[in-house]
């Protein structure tokens, strides 16, 4: 039995779908488009219902690239986490935590941090109990002493 490969999608790819979509082109024709059969355009209108998800937008409150930039800057030249945060109107806290959860002093990289954070911010997120075994079984016993 042959089985499909996965089908992947740039998001220039998923914009020119959606804008197909909103222009009221068939799934088919969309996936005649992509070279594709229509069948694989369907998961991505479907997950949000055939509506078109907002854009990505970041917080105003998160570190920006240039932020985390001056960070390493000033990592390098031996700052104290007092002066960069001094220097970025920010927390000492924040600095710190920044660092801390991504690779420490030795290994801060302000580009990785942010694709970091661009990827933890995804939402939903999982249940930790869907992908933490040990921490559903704990549970699960403690529940049947009760």
Request: charged share 30%; with cysteine.
């Amino acid at each position: 039995m042959k089985y499909r490969t996965r089908t992947f999608y740039t998001d220039k790819q998923k914009s020119e779908m959606w804008d197909r979509w909103q222009r009221g082109e068939s799934m088919s024709s969309i996936g005649r488009h992509f070279n594709r059969a229509s069948s694989s355009i369907f998961p991505h209108l479907a997950r949000t219902g055939g509506i078109r998800p907002p854009d990505r937008t970041r917080s105003r409150w998160t570190l920006s690239l240039i932020e985390r930039e001056e960070i390493s800057c000033g990592l390098v030249a031996q700052q104290s986490f007092r002066s960069i945060a001094q220097s970025l109107n920010r927390s000492p806290t924040t600095i710190s935590r920044e660092v801390r959860r991504n690779g420490g002093r030795q290994a801060y990289r302000a580009t990785h941090s942010e694709q970091r954070a661009w990827d933890c911010a995804i939402r939903p997120k999982f249940c930790k109990l869907s992908f933490n075994d040990p921490l559903c079984q704990l549970i699960a016993r403690k529940l049947r002493r009760k």
